[in-house]
């Protein structure tokens, strides 16, 4: 019978293993390499050599757009796209704190929480407001992304949390 200590170990042999053998196939480069898939808006993922200036931001929300508005409406933070919008807003002023930019980001972790009226998640609504900060004319890089649905946030009425990871 396998111990829970030997999955463990096991784990990070396999682990270690795999990031000596992607160290070796990168080593020659110094270049952060995006690995597109052309026909999605998102990256397959990103390989970030060591020596890089790496910038983590924690879950961000959208901030409050009507403080008269009543608690538990979405007139007080706005509907999933209107949050969306204003949360990456406000992940780009967060990297210019730290002298980033959204050029620099290659990965972001979404959490959507439904509409309570629905009880669906506006999946739509997110995909529209990520297609104007990333993936189009203005900025061209793609991020490798992972959205994923939640019961619900830390507050009721936020719809969308994001995760930026940065690096230049």
């Known amino acids: 019978m396998i111990k829970f200590h030997q999955v463990l170990l096991l784990s990070f042999l396999l ?14 480069t110094n270049e952060i390499i995006r690995y ?4 999605s808006g998102i990256l397959k993922g990103v390989y970030i050599p060591v020596g890089k200036e ?7 929300v959208a901030p409050v757009k009507d403080e008269n508005a009543e608690i538990g409406t979405y007139q007080r933070y706005g509907n999933t796209y209107e949050q969306s919008v204003a949360t990456l807003k406000k992940i780009e002023a967060t990297l210019q704190e730290a002298k980033f ?19 669906e998640v ?21 991020v490798a992304r ?10 009721p009425d936020l719809l969308i949390e ?7």
């Open 36 to 39: 597109d898939r052309p026909e």
């Open 54 to 60: 790496l910038y983590f931001t924690s879950g961000l």
């Open 162 to 168: 994001i995760e930026a990871c940065a690096a230049k």
């Open 101 to 119: 930019e959204l050029k620099d980001v290659y990965f972001l972790r979404v959490y959507l929480a439904p509409n309570r009226n629905t009880g």
């Open 122 to 142: 506006d999946f739509d609504a997110w995909f529209k407001a990520y297609g104007e900060f990333f993936n189009n004319d203005n900025l061209k890089e793609k």
């Open 146 to 155: 992972s959205t994923i649905a939640v019961y619900s946030l830390a507050h």
């Open 15 to 28: 682990t270690s293993a795999f990031s000596c053998q992607n160290q070796e196939n990168h080593i020659s």
